[in-house]
């Protein structure tokens, strides 16, 4: 058997889609369990501590990797949905190209708000 591949498949093959799905969820996870954490160890929590928290470069750099986390983790899940219920190449070129842009942006937007680009 050969690879199955497409020309919008940000992956090399199916393996490593799964494994950027994985690597991408454990980071995601333990970002939220972070952030968790620093809401439940500040009670009252206002601008200051949250601008405190994102201040420092390591909470800066963590965010930068949730954020191409959450872009590629995102890009996979929306290929296989579109790949898989969409048959007709055309309207799934489309879509997927609606929802590569959305993450661009979004990804882009994120790292302006962060290091204040």
Not at 45 to 68: C, E, K, N, P, V
Not at 93 to 114: E, H, K, N
């Amino acid at each position: 058997m050969g690879n199955v591949s497409s020309v919008t498949n940000l992956g090399r093959s199916g393996v490593a889609d799964w494994l950027m799905q994985r690597v991408s969820a454990y980071i995601l996870a333990l970002y939220t369990v972070v952030l968790l954490v620093f809401i439940i160890a500040n009670p009252g929590l206002g601008y200051d501590a949250w601008a405190g928290l994102f201040s420092q470069t390591w909470m800066r750099i963590f965010t930068l990797m949730a954020l191409f986390s959450i872009g590629a983790h995102a890009w996979v899940g929306l290929w296989t949905v579109t790949t898989d219920y969409m048959k007709s190449a055309l309207p799934r070129f489309l879509v997927q190209a609606a929802c590569g842009l959305t993450m661009f942006v979004y990804v882009v937007w994120g790292i302006q708000i962060l290091w204040g680009f």
